[in-house]
């Protein structure tokens, strides 16, 4: 079962359940957390609350990708975790060795420590959902999307659903100076989320999820790859876990689990490039690239 949020006639936003068969049902909430709260009010489950409300409705006669979806959730803060694989690895030392692939890093340290590196990413007003442009930063000439699965969290920690995250990438800032990261990963529309959050508890194995990344170019295939969440170094409880170590996270926190899938090394985004980000069982995430919109600083005296 997928949860999935768009906009209504009235522009208003609106839950709907998707099925397995791809029937659509509104429901009775306007956001993702408001269906985990109810559930946890009435004693009950995300899924049979989700449940007992289609079971008393019919359902939306448009398919899912006929809806104007939006982010399907409202994240306050979204979280990512890097050098989570082995490619994750190879590639940040590439960028840190100006192309040595047989230098050992920091990279190397982080990947084998008991540690992980777990960084913070973006806000809600600087994330977009399905359709919406993901923005260039006008400063970097090395810049990738990175395909990750999200991890929806409560308070508490709990994963509550599973979604598809790109933590958009500047590789030559970060290959620059470590120190440099939070301009590397976070700027405006440098974070995109969705089409839809696979509820937690329909999933059986969380490593068992395949992913794909395609990069389209004047409307041509330009970069493919596949990768499988069988492939993390790291458990996701144990990412969770450092995550929420002396900090406080909100209801609705994304936590993305880092990527297995990293373009060629000669290979940069460019404005009018259309990505698409798939996870089995999620969906597929698209979102065009847009330059960067460069914004006046306004002078204070």
């Known amino acids: ?37 109810a559930a946890d009010a009435a004693g009950t489950s995300p899924l049979q609350l989700v449940q007992d409300a289609i079971s008393h409705t019919a359902p939306l006669p448009a398919p899912m990708e006929s809806l104007p979806l939006l982010v399907p959730i409202e994240a306050p803060e979204v979280w990512a975790a890097g ?19 047989d230098a050992t890093t920091f990279y190397d340290k982080v990947y084998e420590a008991e540690r992980p590196e777990i960084f913070f990413k973006s806000t809600a007003a600087r994330t977009v959902g399905p359709g919406q442009s993901v923005m260039l930063r006008s400063d970097s000439q090395w810049q990738i999307p990175e395909p990750e699965l999200g991890l929806v969290l409560t308070r508490t920690g709990r994963i509550v659903g599973y ?44 490593y068992a999820f395949s992913l794909a990344c395609r990069i389209y170019r004047d409307g041509e295939l330009a970069v493919e790859g596949t990768a499988s969440t069988g492939q993390l170094k790291r458990r996701l409880d144990e990412l969770v876990s450092f ?23 000669e290979f940069t985004l460019a404005p009018g490039d259309r990505i698409e980000i798939e996870i089995g ?12 919109e460069r914004q006046e600083r306004t002078q204070t005296a």
């Not at 840190?96 to 692939?101: E, H, M, Q, V």
């Not at 170590?245 to 990293?262: S, Y």
């Not at 069982?281 to 847009?290: E, S």
Request: net charge negative.
């Open 163 to 206: 979604t598809i995250g790109n933590d958009m990438s500047c590789r030559d800032i970060e290959g620059e100076n470590p120190l440099y990261l939070p301009q590397a990963k976070m700027w405006r529309n440098s974070c995109s989320i969705g089409p839809a959050i696979r509820l937690a508890e329909t999933v059986d194995d969380p």
């Open 83 to 101: 050098v989570t694989y082995e490619r994750s690895r190879a590639a940040r030392n590439y960028e840190a060795t100006g192309g040595k692939l």
């Open 1 to 37: 079962m997928k949860i999935v949020r768009y906009a209504r006639q009235d522009r208003q936003p609106q839950l709907a359940a998707v099925t397995d068969e791809g029937a659509v049902y509104e429901l009775p909430h306007r956001h993702f957390m408001e269906l985990v709260e």
């Open 281 to 292: 069982g999620i969906g597929v995430l698209v979102n065009p690239v847009a330059a960067a």
């Open 243 to 265: 995550l929420c170590r002396d900090n406080a996270i909100f209801d609705g926190t994304v936590l993305l689990t880092g990527t297995c899938i990293v373009p060629p090394n």
